[in-house]
């Protein structure tokens, strides 16, 4: 499932693509979609601007129209120049909007929308792919949505905070004080943003076992799992500093190792020995989502209620 920093780049890089651009084109594939398209047509509406929220990417139409996706488990947003083939088949096309005087330009084989980078181009169209959620908003409407104004605050907007941060922590530990760490990272009430890499690499560099409940957490470990949180999602959405601006950087990491096997501390590395201490990284099913978390027990040691 793509992550908040995947969604972030994604949103940053359609901006540069879509903001301030007349739509020439509208199609999509999802009958909810066609019908606000036949009442509101998007078609010669300005994108106003793309924003990340937590997973969730939001394109603000003039006209008060918004249209907000979410990938899900495999959901990408695509850019192309107009007729040029799509790497993806059309029968997964659920979205396309195409606009003129682009300013993107392809900088990897794969095109997702987070992997491009500026530069002159002419009309094109962002294509979005196999995405689970896609739907059409107002503001009021989008207001009374029971899921994106819900989120708690989003690890990469400018507004985050560590004291914000662990206030919200220290919040639900007292509503849930028997909710377990790592399914406390992933709700994303609590803190947008955290996916199931992020929840394990966290905890981590935090030293806290994720099976631990919350009432157990100290104020200086809430701390040290929101600094870690900020840090990491901050360092994988970084830009280049060429002129090209690239907006996708390869592989997400959390140590500073170079090279590619040793880019994350805990994270799919069940049996293999801890970076830190050398002890075997374990993994075990957490939560009603029934997903994988890693952790070392040395670094991370078990504290009993």
Same mark, same amino acid.
């Given at each position: 499932m793509p992550e908040g920093d995947t969604i972030y780049r994604?949103?940053?890089?359609? *901006?540069?693509?879509?903001?301030?651009?007349?739509?020439?084109?509208f199609e999509t594939g999802l009958a909810k979609l066609a019908a606000v398209d036949d009442e509101s047509r998007v078609v010669g509406r300005t994108v106003e601007r793309v924003?990340?929220?937590?997973?969730?990417?939001?394109?603000?139409?003039?006209?008060?129209l918004i249209l907000v996706t979410h990938m899900l488990m495999s959901g990408s947003w695509h850019i192309y120049r107009v007729g040029e083939r799509w790497k993806l088949p059309r029968r997964m096309m659920r979205?396309?909007?195409?606009?003129?005087?682009?300013?993107?330009?392809?900088?990897?084989?794969?095109?997702?929308?987070?992997?491009?980078?500026? *530069?002159?181009?002419?009309?094109?169209?962002?294509?979005?792919?196999?995405a689970q959620v896609a739907e059409f908003h107002t503001a009021r409407s989008l207001e009374r949505s029971s899921q994106?104004?819900?989120?708690g605050l989003d690890v990469l907007s400018e507004g985050f905070s560590v004291e914000g941060g662990?206030?919200?922590?220290?919040?639900?530990?007292?509503?849930?004080?028997?909710?377990?760490?790592g399914v406390v990272l992933l709700n994303q009430r609590v803190m947008a943003g955290l996916g199931n890499v992020y929840k394990s690499e966290v905890a981590f560099a935090a030293g806290v076992n994720p099976f631990r409940a919350m009432r157990t957490i100290t104020e200086r470990e809430m701390e040290a799992l929101v600094e870690a949180a900020r840090r990491y999602m901050t360092?994988?959405?970084?830009?280049?500093?060429?002129? *090209?601006?690239?907006?996708?950087?390869?592989?997400?990491?959390?140590?500073?190792?170079m090279d590619h096997g040793a880019r994350l501390w805990v994270y799919r590395r069940q049996g293999q020995e801890c970076r830190r201490c050398g002890a075997a990284i374990l993994m075990r099913k957490q939560g009603v989502q029934v997903r994988s978390t890693y952790w070392c027990p040395v670094c991370q040691p078990w504290v009993a209620g």
């Amino acid at each position: 499932m793509p992550e908040g920093d995947t969604i972030y780049r994604t949103a940053r890089t359609l *901006q540069k693509a879509l903001g301030g651009k007349v739509v020439t084109a509208f199609e999509t594939g999802l009958a909810k979609l066609a019908a606000v398209d036949d009442e509101s047509r998007v078609v010669g509406r300005t994108v106003e601007r793309v924003e990340a929220r937590g997973k969730w990417c939001l394109i603000f139409f003039s006209g008060d129209l918004i249209l907000v996706t979410h990938m899900l488990m495999s959901g990408s947003w695509h850019i192309y120049r107009v007729g040029e083939r799509w790497k993806l088949p059309r029968r997964m096309m659920r979205v396309v909007v195409r606009v003129s005087e682009a300013s993107v330009f392809p900088t990897h084989a794969r095109k997702d929308a987070h992997e491009w980078a500026t *530069q002159s181009w002419g009309e094109f169209e962002a294509v979005l792919f196999n995405a689970q959620v896609a739907e059409f908003h107002t503001a009021r409407s989008l207001e009374r949505s029971s899921q994106v104004p819900k989120l708690g605050l989003d690890v990469l907007s400018e507004g985050f905070s560590v004291e914000g941060g662990v206030r919200a922590l220290r919040e639900r530990a007292a509503s849930h004080p028997e909710d377990e760490v790592g399914v406390v990272l992933l709700n994303q009430r609590v803190m947008a943003g955290l996916g199931n890499v992020y929840k394990s690499e966290v905890a981590f560099a935090a030293g806290v076992n994720p099976f631990r409940a919350m009432r157990t957490i100290t104020e200086r470990e809430m701390e040290a799992l929101v600094e870690a949180a900020r840090r990491y999602m901050t360092a994988n959405v970084v830009e280049g500093t060429s002129e *090209q601006m690239v907006t996708y950087t390869g592989p997400r990491r959390t140590t500073r190792a170079m090279d590619h096997g040793a880019r994350l501390w805990v994270y799919r590395r069940q049996g293999q020995e801890c970076r830190r201490c050398g002890a075997a990284i374990l993994m075990r099913k957490q939560g009603v989502q029934v997903r994988s978390t890693y952790w070392c027990p040395v670094c991370q040691p078990w504290v009993a209620g």
